[in-house]
Nanobody, 121 residues
Framework: QVQLVESGGGLVQAGGSLRLSCAAS????????MGWHRQAPGKQRELVAA???????NYADSVKGRFTISRDNAKNTVYLQMNILKPEDTAVYYC???????????????WGQGTQVTVSS
């Protein structure tokens, strides 16, 4: 069974920083893309940042220059460093990973349980 467990959310003042972590565990053969999405109340879930196994990154325009995604392939972990946080960054942040579970012949998409990030003005 594969699990993605997030940590690092919380309450921070505008202009502050937070670092989110997401560790994948279980019977995993290999991980391709990993990423972070977020969902604010009343809004659709949106992509924040993504990173390939080779380290190529992609960011939403709203976070470019403020957020940095990285990963540690040896630990099956993805990180999101969030700087210069704004109240509009308030949302539940979800990590996801496209991976091959052991014995699988196709990529499957897994999600974490979500972690709340609240930015006060």
């Amino acid at each position: 069974q594969v699990q993605l467990v997030e940590s690092g959310g919380g309450l921070v003042q505008a202009g502050g920083s937070l670092r989110l972590s997401c560790a994948a565990s279980g019977s995993i053969f290999g991980i391709n893309d990993m990423g972070w999405h977020r969902q604010a109340p009343g809004k659709q879930r949106e992509l924040v940042a993504a990173i390939t196994a080779g380290g190529s990154t992609n960011y939403a325009d709203s976070v470019k220059g403020r957020f940095t995604i990285s990963r540690d392939n040896a630990k099956n972990t993805v990180y999101l460093q969030m700087n210069i946080l704004k109240p509009e960054d308030t949302a539940v942040y979800y990590c996801n990973a496209r991976l091959y579970p052991l014995g699988a012949t196709q990529l499957l998409n897994y999600w974490g349980q979500g972690t709340q990030v609240t930015v006060s003005s």
